[in-house]
């Protein structure tokens, strides 16, 4: 079965924190890719990253960074010097074949 | 603008009356994804379409739900003898039949069945 497990449902930080999003999969898979998905109250789904089974180089898009780890089957996603426009609800997903297979999702709360 | 575009983008209606969405794709994509999102919880996945055929649906796909793609362009999701149970966002997603078949998503549809 293929699950993706979001175990913070709701996470609030003051402005300029860092703040790290978990996310844990489970697959049988060999080939696979992870997402993640950013969901502003405007209710559209925004791509952030995804990331093939065979690539665990982490990576870093501005202030947005992304740690993969296969050994624990988890793909972290962490907001650096967080900012009120990041509040969102943010999701992981699994695609293996066709179809994408989200997590419950984590709602972040930015304060001023 | 060349992304998934969806019709209506918010509809409500009683229970008990039919209610159908439809979706456009990026034109040179031939799957064609939708997902029921509900409250708080994550998209789920009821059934894709290569061109014009349905390759897979998912339980959560009542007798009550289907979807067509008749011409492997547009697709239309139809719901009939809404539910309450039925409000939430329908999402459609689009994407070329080849690995990694990414998927770009729609605005949505928000039901409301009242």
């Known amino acids: 079965a293929q699950k993706v497990t979001q175990a913070q449902t709701e996470i609030s930080v003051v402005e300029k924190e860092d703040v790290t999003l978990d996310c844990v999969y489970e697959t049988r898979d060999t080939t696979y890719y992870l997402f993640w998905y950013k969901q502003p109250p405007s209710g559209e789904l925004v791509f952030l990253i995804r990331?093939?089974?065979?690539?665990?180089q982490n990576e870093i898009s501005g202030r947005y960074s992304w740690n993969f780890q296969k050994s624990t089957s988890s793909f972290n996603f962490t907001i650096t010097a967080s900012q009120v426009v990041d509040s969102a609800v943010y999701f992981c997903a699994l695609q293996s074949d066709d179809k994408i297979i989200f997590g419950k999702g984590t709602r972040l709360h930015i304060l001023p | 603008d060349t992304g998934v575009s969806q019709d209506p983008r918010h509809k409500i209606t009683k229970r008990g009356q039919n209610v159908t969405f439809r979706c456009d794709p990026i034109s040179e994509h031939n799957r064609l994804y939708w997902y029921r999102q509900t409250l708080g919880q994550g998209p789920e996945f009821l059934t894709y379409?290569?061109?014009?055929?349905?390759?897979?649906k998912s339980r959560l796909l009542s007798d009550r739900f289907s979807a067509e793609r008749p011409k492997g362009s547009f697709s239309t999701l139809e719901i009939q003898r809404t539910e309450q149970g039925d409000s939430a966002m329908y999402l459609c997603a689009s994407s070329l039949a080849f690995l990694p078949y990414e998927q770009y998503f729609g605005p949505g549809t928000r039901l409301t069945v009242t």
């Open positions: 990331r093939n089974s065979f690539d665990e």
């Open positions: 379409f290569q061109n014009e055929a349905q390759l897979e």
